[in-house]
């Protein structure tokens, strides 16, 4: 089973910061990368899939990259509102989902 | 616009059967091409894949669940739902229906419903 594996797992960092966290496989998942974020109480969000394609109404602050087994999601001025966990997830080859275990941003 | 409504018991006892049902509002579920999902949270941990069905019927499951684990789908009611068999402690968390961005099979999910929080004790 591919693992994924986030990092780092905690980030202090002020508003306005850029911001880049990082998601490792343990074996090449091409392109079928995707970053949640999640907020207390809430589901999981979809920022991006395709490794580097935003998904509908998410802000272009946000943007991923990468390919194979190295990803990063970045947040070019953190907002308010950014403060959450994100989560990366590899999907498409058996079995077909696995998610990291998230990084939190924390206000600094 | 597409919505999943979540509904099912929060408190479930030891060696239970844990039922889930997610209902589809906005478009129909055997028509759509999508293979649905349920992923669950336990308390401040991360999230797992449970298992998938297609719009055809076609069951995907975890392999480290797949003993205790049956997703079905109702295309009357336009549901599909979980069970979760032989539950422990281990079992509590919060559990998500949701469904892919795309129907290319096993895509990323952009659409969730609103979690339910499922506590086994007795």
């Known amino acids: 089973e591919i693992v994924m594996t986030q990092s780092p797992a905690t980030l202090s960092v002020s508003p306005g910061e850029r911001v880049t966290l990082s998601c490792r496989a343990s074996?090449?998942?091409?392109?079928?990368l995707a970053w949640y974020q999640q907020k207390p109480g809430q589901a999981p969000r979809l920022l991006i899939y395709g490794a580097s394609t935003r998904a509908t109404g998410i802000p272009a602050r946000f943007s991923g990259s990468g390919s194979g087994t190295e990803f990063t999601l970045t947040i070019s001025s953190l907002q308010s509102e950014d403060f959450a966990v994100y989560y990366c997830?590899?999907?498409?080859?058996?079995?077909?989902?696995?998610f990291g275990q998230g990084s939190k941003l924390e206000i600094k | 616009q597409l919505q999943l409504q979540q509904s099912g018991p929060g408190l479930v006892k030891p060696s239970e059967t844990l039922s889930l049902t997610c209902t589809v509002s906005g478009g129909s579920i055997s028509s759509s091409g999508y293979y649905w999902g349920w992923i669950r949270q336990p308390p401040g941990k991360g999230l797992e894949w449970i298992g998938s069905i297609s719009y055809s019927g076609g069951t995907y499951y975890n392999p480290s669940l797949k003993s205790r684990v049956t997703i079905s789908v109702d295309t009357s009611k336009n549901q599909f739902s979980l069970k979760l068999s032989s539950l422990t402690a281990a079992d509590t968390a919060v559990y998500y229906c949701a469904r892919p961005q795309s129907t290319d099979a096993f895509e990323a999910f952009d659409i969730w419903g609103q979690g339910t929080m499922v506590t086994v004790s007795s």
């Open positions: 997830q590899r999907y498409n080859n058996w079995p077909p989902y696995t």
């Open positions: 074996q090449s998942v091409s392109s079928n």
